[in-house]
């Protein structure tokens, strides 16, 4: 199975600050990653996909990069309502893994 | 509007079965790759199983392999997942997808709001 692995598990930022996630897999996985953010008590929704594609309707503070196995998610200029769990996924492969999410809490 | 809403979650014992049911709306379901992902209470995404839009093609996890069972009734819109020897570690709200791709990308866009299945005596 293809392990992700996701980082950091945390990360304290404050409103309009610049944030990076990044995620890698234990194996090429060339742009099949995408891009969830979860808010407690709702499901996951769709950011990213191919890494770098902005899915229709998410702000485009929102950014993704990367291809084959390290790749990374980065908001531009935090929101407050950014504040959020997010995870990467990789669809490369049957089992689809997600890594094991970045909480992202207010400073 | 998409729409996906599952239901068919509860309350079962160690080694009972459940089925979930996800009825979708909203887009042509009979020719869309549809999944299920769990979430176990405070932990991260599971990937639980795919089935392609005619039925004819259907993976899993291995971990619910042997007792979960994917399929789908494209007359009634409609996805489950019959679940079957259930165990402690099967507890989770579960969510169904739908599984859009192209050459280079695969994504799982619109999400249902979950169902809880928990598994205790």
């Known amino acids: 199975d293809i392990q992700m692995t996701q980082s950091p598990s945390s990360l304290s930022a404050s409103v309009g600050d610049r944030v990076t996630i990044t995620c890698r897999a234990s194996q090429i996985i060339n742009t099949f990653l995408n891009w969830y953010q979860q808010k407690p008590g709702k499901p996951p929704k769709l950011l990213m996909h191919?890494?770098?594609s902005l899915q229709s309707g998410v702000p485009s503070r929102f950014s993704g990069s990367g291809s084959g196995t390290d790749f990374t998610l980065t908001i531009s200029s935090l929101q407050a309502e950014d504040f959020a769990t997010y995870y990467c996924l990789q669809t490369h492969k049957t089992p689809y893994t997600f890594g094991q999410g970045t909480k992202l809490e207010i400073k | 509007e998409v729409q996906l809403v599952e239901s068919g979650g509860g309350l079962v014992q160690p080694g009972g079965s459940l089925r979930l049911s996800c009825t979708a709306s909203?887009?042509?379901?009979?020719?869309?790759?549809m999944t299920w992902v769990r979430q176990a209470p405070g932990k991260g995404l599971e990937w639980v199983a795919n089935?392609?839009?005619?039925?004819?093609?259907?993976d899993s996890v291995a971990s619910v392999r042997g007792r979960f069972t994917i399929s789908r009734d494209n007359a009634k819109n409609s996805l489950y997942l019959q679940m079957s020897n259930l165990r402690a570690e099967d507890t989770a709200v579960y969510y169904c997808?739908?599984?859009?791709?192209?050459?280079?990308?695969?994504?799982?866009?619109?999400w249902g709001q979950g169902t809880l299945v928990t598994v205790s005596s």
């Open positions: 997808a739908t599984l859009r791709g192209a050459a280079d990308t695969r994504f799982f866009d619109y």
């Open positions: 909203g887009f042509t379901f009979s020719t869309s790759w």
């Open positions: 191919a890494p770098s």
């Open positions: 089935i392609k839009g005619d039925g004819s093609e259907k």
